[in-house]
């Protein structure tokens, strides 16, 4: 019942495809963030957004990853070109500031073959 | 470099006893650790949270103990049962500067009926 709401749960995609996921953060919430899960449970911070502009991003995103939170729009996170090594759990989370606490959404557990 | 670890990886206790998960952290920065839950297939939600001003928070059966000295925190969990089955992550932020939450590699709990 997480108030993040994330499309779709499950992404099936082949290398070299691309995979687009959304994110509806918490209502009042402006700043979003994106995290990858790999399968030894291991988070890695991929980028976040307030309102439509971006905070923080890791290298990586600046590469093969792109996202953006348009007003009035869900968020979305899209791998340009997916490779094995993208299969994990995409979770979104929202925030109202940087002293509240976060809320994460289901996440979009991407396999690429 | 991890910032933030857990103990133990695994941890098996039976219904109403006491599960004591730890975690303990390098940056001196950090001043804000909340602790989330996390079911298979789901992503994860917040549990309880505290901050470097407090040493215990306590929600329920859910209490937090931190020595900011030691840099350690741990989190019990009273009266222990099957539906806490789980992995806890353990996570921090810095007060300002980052927006990013690092966690820990997490504890995957069973609570034997």
């Known amino acids: 019942n997480s108030k993040v709401i994330q499309t779709p749960r499950y992404l099936v995609k082949g290398q070299g495809q691309k995979a687009k996921m959304r994110c509806i953060p918490e209502?009042?919430?402006?700043?979003v963030f994106w995290y990858q899960q790999n399968k030894n449970n291991e988070f890695k911070f991929l980028i976040n957004f307030q309102n439509q502009e971006v905070l923080q991003q890791i290298d990586m995103t600046e590469k093969r990853f792109s996202a953006e939170c348009p007003s009035n729009s869900p968020c979305s996170l899209e791998i340009q070109s997916s490779e094995a090594g993208d299969s994990a759990l995409y979770l979104c989370?929202?925030?109202?500031?940087?002293?509240?606490?976060?809320?994460f959404g289901s996440g979009t557990r991407l396999l690429v073959i | 470099q991890q910032q933030v670890r857990q103990s133990p990886q695994s941890l098996t206790v039976w219904e109403g006893e006491t599960a004591i998960l730890n975690c303990s952290y390098e940056?001196?920065?950090?001043?804000?650790f909340p602790w989330y839950q996390q079911f298979p297939g789901e992503g994860p939600a917040l549990l309880i949270s505290?901050?470097?001003?407090?040493d215990k928070k306590e929600d329920g059966r859910f209490t937090i103990f931190f020595n900011k000295r030691e840099k350690k925190l741990s989190l019990h969990i009273t009266d222990s049962q099957p539906g806490d089955s789980a992995t806890y992550f353990c996570?921090?932020?810095?007060?300002?500067?980052?927006?990013?939450?690092?966690f820990g590699s997490g504890t995957q709990l069973t609570v034997m009926p």
């Open positions: 996570a921090a932020k810095a007060s300002s500067g980052s927006w990013q939450l690092i």
């Open positions: 940056d001196s920065t950090f001043n804000y």
């Open positions: 989370a929202s925030s109202q500031g940087p002293n509240s606490d976060y809320t």
């Open positions: 505290i901050r470097s001003v407090s």
């Open positions: 209502k009042g919430h402006p700043v």
